[in-house]
């Protein structure tokens, strides 16, 4: 067990880190899509977050969140298999509904691999129910399930 990881925000130094972490562990199989130069383009957009875990200096984790006024959209979100099951997604999360709460986003959604169980029970241990599945979602060849989580704005 490490301790409490380092969580904030993403760097344009970070994205190969990111991105490698994305191909290895979330895009199995389909091809590569966030690649480098795609999150370097979400760490720099001002409607855009993307935050770290940290173990020292290196990258175990990551989130890239967009939004509008009122919804958010989790785009990516990911660990690395030797820190799974360490509360580092915990801390992650944590971080991220803290700014979605206090920013009075009322909603968060996030789509992923409906063969993807870890992350399905852990989005729904933090509060997200299912809304969907879409057949042939990735890539035309794996089904995604639509999640959300309704929030409300934090207190004073």
């Not at 490490?2 to 970070?14: C, K, M, R, Y």
């Not at 580092?88 to 920013?103: D, H, N, P």
Request: net charge positive; charged share 20%; hydrophobic share 50%.
């Amino acid at each position: 067990m490490i301790a409490a990881p380092e969580i904030g925000l993403a760097s344009v130094v970070d994205a190969q880190a990111i991105a490698l972490l994305a191909r290895d562990e979330i895009e199995h199989g389909l091809g590569w899509s966030w690649t480098p130069a795609r999150v370097q383009r979400c760490i720099r957009d001002a409607h855009s977050n993307a935050i770290v875990a940290r173990d020292g200096g290196r990258v175990i984790g990551f989130a890239l969140m967009r939004y509008d006024a009122d919804h958010a959209h989790l785009l990516l979100f990911g660990v690395a298999p030797a820190w799974r099951r360490q509360r580092v997604a915990s801390a992650l999360w944590a971080w991220l509904e803290a700014t979605l709460r206090t920013a009075g986003i009322r909603s968060v959604q996030v789509e992923l691999r409906a063969s993807n169980h870890a992350a399905r029970a852990f989005y729904e241990r933090v509060g997200f129910e299912q809304v969907n599945a879409t057949q042939r979602y990735y890539r035309g060849v794996e089904t995604a399930l639509h999640m959300v989580k309704e929030l409300t704005a934090a207190t004073p």
